[in-house]
């Protein structure tokens, strides 16, 4: 079982720059961004293949948001520049449990380990 843990939320003022980061307790191949607005279902932000550096991002935060990942210390982070409104939301740490091969995939099933969440504010 691996553990996450996220760190980096808060409150920012649109047009603000926050930076969130996932540390594992484990190994894992591939780390991912979530994030739940109230009254909405979780959705894809970013994702990492730890071991290649391949990247993928939602439309909604290309340009934006920068992840990257460290994988001798088996970490994530999310640099997000240019926060609007429409980003405020839980986000949560994901992480895989098997192998992952090229581009990380966007959906929930892709990983087996969650953390808890950091809540993300941006005030217009």
């Known amino acids: 079982q691996v553990q996450l843990v996220e760190s980096g939320g808060g409150l920012v003022q649109s047009g603000g720059s926050l930076r969130l980061s996932c540390a594992a307790s484990?190994?894992?191949?591939?780390m991912g961004w979530f994030r739940q607005a109230p009254g909405k279902e979780r959705e894809f932000v970013a994702a990492i293949n730890l071991g290649g550096g391949i990247t993928n991002y939602a439309d909604t935060v290309k340009g934006r948001f920068t992840i990257s990942g460290d994988n001798a210390k088996i970490a994530m982070y999310l640099q997000m520049n240019n926060l609007l409104p429409d980003d405020t939301a839980v986000y949560y740490c994901?992480?895989?449990?098997?192998?992952?091969?090229?581009?990380?995939?966007?959906?929930?099933?892709?990983?087996?380990?969650w953390g808890q969440g950091t809540q993300v504010t941006v005030s217009s």
């Open positions: 994901a992480a895989r449990a098997g192998w992952a091969f090229g581009q990380p995939a966007g959906i929930v099933q892709y990983y087996s380990y």
């Open positions: 484990g190994r894992t191949s591939a």
